[in-house]
């Protein structure tokens, strides 16, 4: 679970995510209805990156 955890704080994950998603396309959802899951996805993943803290670089100070 932590694995999973340590993931989803990745931003190349919802990337990752959404590639994936891609690959349904041929589950008879139309183009409109792709249109809407994706951009509610974006929505999401857009929040979501405001939030999750950056690694700063090895070796340099990190703000708190």
Known sequence: MDF?????Q??????GIAAFLTGFGLLGLTEHDWNQI???FAAIAGVVAIFVREKSPAGSASAK
């Open 38 to 40: 994706f951009g509610a």
């Open 4 to 8: 999973i955890i340590k993931r989803l």
């Open 10 to 15: 990745e931003p190349s994950t919802y990337a």
